[in-house]
């Protein structure tokens, strides 16, 4: 995907979100670091040029809420910021790929103990199949089949100068660039 | 991170990690379910030769709050007269299967031994006269919470630390000079010369005698606490000459330099080290200290044993 | 007690001349008149010197069996090349009755591999308040003439300068710990400097000791009285010593071989393997220590062995145990820090490890020339022999050895106390 197409697939997720809540109201919009963070601030943003007015957006770390903490050395940990109350919001959750799913259970943890939102969806640029739990994505910018061997490169203007998602098919030694396999 | 044992173990990014996710971790104190599952599954012992309920508690939230089992261990009084040596208690213990001692000794050295003997995480929570690492942070946390407040982008090098009173018995300012040498401030010690530790020419700080001519210089004035005890030891004469020479007295407070904090590690000597007007000032970073115990030894206990048993960093 | 001859072919004397010895009878004999059939030792290329004596051994017997015994302690120095020790009074009970000091010697009669010769507390029960019955140990059968309080100082002026002129009607010695507690009280542990500031490690000024040297030197120019300083650890004291020896004042002085070999650095990892009273002191005591033991101002070695059981060392190093063993590394040591360094030759290895410890205890049979006729009480030394020291390669019942780890000299290779032999390699 290039900028273009990624921009596309957010107007149109920004599209679909407002439609499915009829409106913007009680949603908050939060990004799972590190991608997902300024995609939902741009998904934020583009719901807000849609309705007139600021649609409230944040972050979720979920770093302590991973159920697989013990098999790597220390993993560094996010910010959480909630623009306000998770209780009664639809909090809608947004990530750069969706994968095996894992990442997506440790968020609707970490939610579970910030409050009780009204409803939670998921919104995800990419969805790339070989889910390990029973997480679908209500929103998705575009399917790419992968295999499993492969990883999913997506690199955004704000944390890599540049908007595109490919396909790596070797393993490249760690760039530090965003590859959700290795996560 | 395998053991946090004395302030020098750090490096600048590691204290710089540890003060960023106690920040992070102080939110936590505010939600509705004060608890995050990072260290479910993990048991810590607070191993404890010698009473400090404040610091026991305040390990023991923290843990609690990572969602550890925390269990206290309360060894006190002379293991020696007990016939048990140091080895065999920290064996016993740590044969139960347990992922970090926490471990208090009025003896120095004790955590460093400790470490040694066994496979858990070791983490120094106050050591005879040698270091209280997580102190140091802590007090380092709350000095860069009150510098923030005034410029988010301060300097640690454009800073200056007094630290003034029982220099010799004092495990808080050996791991705060550490520290501070790591964040790059200028640390100041300041006590009679009777109370000032053999060698400390030699540390990374300067040294001085006289409180008043430091004063004025001092962004943040870390006040020791005097035992009364060390006047049967011919420390120093009497409280009062204690007071008149080395104590933050109202007229002190008065002569600080505009927008300085003021720390004590605790428990506060009021009349003797410090006055009541300045332990209860606006200035006093003394409530905030406490209140960062929690976060900063969550930050820490998340560090140590966050990830696989191997303790590194990622 | 009599042993068939043995006659030891080949061996150099200190002074370096070859010459066989024949052991006889507890005596050296005129190696001629050897028996055809006579046990033969081959000491081609070796050096014999004069039994080792100790001023300064901690046996443990009676009271602490489970850290040593009149017999391992003793199995341990002629290992060291040992043929004598003075046994210190810290006991339990402490030796100082004469009934103590006799059953102390008995103890050595029947279970000893070299001679025990008891040391007398000075003051009853090592209190520092009252004098122990001096003299009546020195009546004894024990025969005592080494007093010391040791691991206590004798801190109480009057009590020292009544000890010193007491003693000389016997030509006894007071043996002094110099340690003034109030400069080194109980929490002092550490040389106090860099180290102990850092540590926070309760600090052992040198003064502490420098100053009671002072005073007592000055006790025994006023009573004419012979006075030791035990394990001598500062150039402070080198200094007090050289002054007092000047002035023709009667006082001897040990150093022991950790302090000649061991600093300050060693205690950096908090092991209490490493703590001794006194402590280990940096570099520049060293050199001063090995300096003086070269020139005579100090006069011997004493180990100072002091054995302890596992769990009284496995504390945290503030609560452990005070001392370390050194009868089985003793001549290693002194071989290391002085001859390997030029700064002594054998001969006066000799001189500072037999002959002059055994002039100060008063020991007819000991430090006496490897001569026909004398007592047969010898070590034959491999200069070239090295090792590397493993704590639990040991005939003492403790492991608290500091030098564990190290490659060291081990030039023991047997030992001979009264003809007979009580270590073979």
Redesign the interface.
């Known amino acids: 995907m290039n900028a273009e197409e990624i921009n596309r697939s957010l107007a149109r997720i920004a599209h679909q979100v407002l439609e499915a809540n009829h409106g913007a109201r009680d949603l908050m919009v939060l990004g799972i670091p590190t991608r997902g963070v300024p995609l939902a601030a741009r998904l934020a943003r583009l719901m807000g040029e849609v309705e007139g007015h600021p649609v409230p957006t944040g972050q979720l770390d979920v770093t302590m809420y991973r159920d697989d903490l013990r098999s790597q050395p220390t993993r560094p940990v996010g910010r959480t910021v909630l623009p306000g109350d998770v209780d009664g919001a639809v909090v809608v959750l947004v990530d750069d790929v969706l994968y095996s799913g894992r990442t997506v259970v440790a968020a609707l943890d970490a939610l579970h103990d910030l409050g009780r939102p009204a409803a939670i969806r998921l919104a995800v640029l990419v969805d790339r199949g070989h889910r390990q739990v029973p997480v679908r994505a209500d929103h998705v910018g575009k399917n790419l089949p992968t295999a499993s061997h492969e990883r999913v490169q997506v690199r955004l203007a704000e944390t890599d100068d540049v908007d595109a998602v490919a396909i790596l098919r070797d393993t490249p030694a760690d760039t530090g660039v965003g590859t959700e396999g290795t996560r | ?1 395998k053991h946090l044992l004395s302030a020098a173990d750090l490096s600048l990014d590691e204290v710089t ?1 540890i003060l960023d ?1 106690a920040e ?1 971790m102080s ?1 936590v104190q505010s ?3 004060k ?4 260290l479910r ?1 993990r048991t810590v012992v607070n191993l404890f030769f010698e009473d400090s309920t404040r610091t026991r508690s305040s390990f023991e939230l923290a843990g609690k709050w ?1 969602s550890a089992d925390v269990i206290n261990v309360s060894a006190k009084g ?3 007269s007990k ?6 208690t920290v064996l016993t213990v740590a044969a139960m299967g347990v992922d970090a001692l926490v471990i208090r ?1 009025m ?4 955590p ?2 400790a470490a040694q003997w066994v496979d858990a995480h070791v983490l120094n929570a106050g ?5 209280h690492p997580t102190q140091a942070l802590l007090d380092a946390f709350s000095m860069r919470r009150h510098f923030r407040a005034s410029d988010p982008d301060f300097d640690w090098r454009d800073k200056t630390v007094a630290v003034v009173g029982d220099l ?1 018995h004092s ?1 808080v300012v ?1 791991s705060n000079v550490l520290l501070l040498r790591t964040l790059g401030a200028r640390v100041v010690l300041v006590a009679p010369p009777t109370l000032l ?4 020419q ?2 990374p700080a300067e040294v001085s005698t006289d409180l008043d001519e430091v004063l004025g210089s001092a962004d943040v004035v870390m006040m020791l606490r005097v035992q009364r005890e060390r006047m049967s030891g011919g420390y120093f004469p009497t409280a009062r000459e204690y007071t008149v020479g080395y104590g933050l007295t109202r007229d002190r407070l008065a002569r600080l330099k505009p927008g300085a904090a003021i720390c004590h590690p605790g428990p506060m000597n009021r009349g003797l080290e410090i006055s009541a007007d300045a332990a209860d000032s606006a200035a006093s970073l003394v409530l905030d200290q406490v209140a960062s115990g929690v976060a900063v030894r969550m930050s820490v206990l ?3 044993l ?9 | 007690m009599t042993h068939p001859p043995v006659l030891i072919t080949g061996a150099r004397l200190p002074d370096g001349q070859p010459r066989d010895l024949l052991l006889e009878g507890g005596r050296f004999a005129d190696p001629t008149s050897a028996p055809a059939d006579v046990r033969r030792v081959d000491a081609d290329g070796l050096l014999a010197l004069p039994g080792l004596v100790d001023l300064h051994t901690h046996l443990r017997e009676p009271g602490r069996e489970d850290a040593e015994t009149v017999r391992t302690g003793t199995l341990a120095a002629a290992r060291g090349g040992y043929t004598a020790v003075l046994a210190m009074a810290n006991t339990s009970p402490v030796t100082d009755t004469a009934e103590a000091a006799e059953h102390v010697a008995a103890l050595g009669r029947r279970d000893g591999c070299a001679q025990v010769v008891p040391v007398g507390a000075v003051t009853k029960g090592l209190a520092g308040e009252e004098l122990a019955e001096l003299g009546l140990m020195a009546r004894s059968a024990a025969g005592v003439r080494v007093f010391s309080d040791d691991g206590h100082c004798v801190h109480d002026s009057r009590l020292m300068r009544r000890a010193l002129e007491y003693v000389r009607a016997f030509d006894g010695v007071i043996a002094q710990h110099a340690q003034d507690p109030r400069l080194a009280g109980p929490d002092a542990c550490c040389h106090e400097g860099e180290i102990s500031g850092r540590l926070g490690l309760g600090g052992w000024p040198a003064v502490a000791e420098s100053t009671i040297v002072a005073r007592d030197v000055q006790l025994a120019r006023l009573t004419g009285s012979r006075l030791h300083v035990c394990h001598v650890s500062t150039a402070e004291t080198v200094e007090v010593l050289h002054w007092a020896k000047g002035l023709g004042i009667a006082v001897t002085a040990e150093v022991t071989p950790h302090h000649l070999l061991l600093t300050t650095e060693a205690v950096t990892g908090y092991d209490p393997t490493f703590k001794v009273n006194p402590p280990l002191r940096p570099d520049e005591h060293v050199t001063a220590l090995r300096q003086a033991l070269a020139d005579g101002t100090i006069d011997a070695v004493g180990t100072d062995h002091a054995p302890h059981a596992r769990h009284d060392k496995e504390h945290a190093f503030a609560d452990a145990a005070f001392g370390m063993v050194g009868l089985e590394t003793a001549l290693g040591v002194v071989a290391a820090t002085m001859v390997e360094t030029g700064l002594m030759g054998w001969e006066d290895v000799a001189v500072r490890m037999s002959t002059t410890p055994a002039r100060i205890a008063g020991l007819a049979e000991q430090g006496r020339p490897l001569a026909v006729g004398e007592p047969a009480n010898l070590v034959l030394v491999d200069p070239s022999r090295r090792t590397r020291v493993d704590a639990a390669d040991t005939l003492s019942l403790s492991r608290n050895n500091p030098y564990s780890g190290l490659e060291l000299p081990d030039p023991v290779v047997a030992t001979f106390w009264q003809g007979r032999p009580t270590f073979t390699r």
């Open positions: 991170m990690g996710l992070e939110q939600r509705p379910v608890k995050l599952p990072a599954g990572l002379s293991s020696v016939g048990e040596s140091l080895r065999d000794h003896a120095s050295g004790a460093q031994q050591d005879g006269t040698h270091e010799t495990r050996r530790p053999s060698g400390v030699s540390w998340y560090h140590l966050g990830g696989d048993d191997e303790g590194g960093t990622r």
